[in-house]
């Protein structure tokens, strides 16, 4: 397993200060952007413009989660604007093999994101398509929510490939993790922490990533 890697959500961030909102967790792995169409998700949030600004105005890679319709036509765009991740929703097209191809071309790691009814034995066979795995652990859309520990058994599962070598790719989990929630997501092998509320809605979002990695890094070394 790689050491346990945090990503603020922006998600939980002040939008009308992001460069520093960025700057506040420079300390963090992946700064994670929530990229919502209100058509995929009930909710709106920010495009490819407000991307290239904060690539601008921070040097943590960028880790989208593109919560869209149609990946196939607005993914690749990220990963030519200089995203290092770019992760699409497996509902939302017919060939995600085909996009992350395309997202590869394009310069950046691919990421297949699964929503919480939505099982992995389907897709276990074009994971090695991908570089990253993005578990929800709540329904994408918004932040704050409760963490749902059944999706686990996913995390579990493609955890086994990774660890017989059969798969190489970065297991990462979204949705009410915080410094209750995160043990228990290492335990089933999580690689990487998206955390949006537990990050910033607390007076020092740097101490918070520490934390929270120090809580994860605690819970893996027991699997070790
Ligand atoms: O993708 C998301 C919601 O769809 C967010 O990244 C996620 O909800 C983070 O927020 P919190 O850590 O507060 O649950």
Redesign the pocket.
């Known amino acids: 397993m790689v050491s346990p890697m945090i990503a603020p959500?922006i998600?939980?961030a002040d939008f009308a200060r992001l460069a520093a909102e960025a700057e506040a967790v420079s300390g963090a792995d992946w700064l994670?952007v929530?990229v919502m169409d209100a058509h995929f998700?009930p909710n709106l949030t920010l495009g490819l413009p407000v991307v290239k600004s904060l690539l601008k105005a921070t040097n943590i890679p960028l880790d989208c989660?593109l919560?869209i319709e149609d990946p196939a036509r607005w993914a690749p765009p990220y990963a030519e604007a200089g995203a290092y991740n770019v992760t699409f929703h497996a509902e939302a097209t017919d060939d995600p093999s085909a996009v992350a191809r395309d997202i590869r071309a394009a310069g950046a790691k691919a990421g297949l994101s699964v929503k919480p009814g939505t099982p992995i034995e389907p897709y276990l066979e074009i994971l090695r398509d991908f570089d990253t795995l993005l578990v929800m652990s709540?329904e994408?859309?918004?932040?704050?929510?409760s963490f749902m520990s059944e999706v686990l058994s996913k995390a579990k599962a493609v955890r086994a490939l990774v660890d017989s070598g059969d798969l190489r790719l970065v297991v990462e989990i979204?949705?009410?993790?915080n410094s209750d929630t995160i043990e228990q997501a290492a335990e089933a092998g999580i690689d990487c922490f998206?955390?949006?509320?537990?990050v910033y809605d607390t007076a020092d979002p740097a101490a918070a990533v520490r934390d929270l990695r120090a809580r994860a890094a605690h819970a893996s070394h027991h699997l070790s």
Not at 194 to 198: C, D, H, L, T
């Open positions: 959500s998600l939980s994670h929530d998700v989660h919560m709540v994408p859309g918004f932040g704050g929510q979204d949705g009410g993790i998206v955390a949006g509320s537990a």
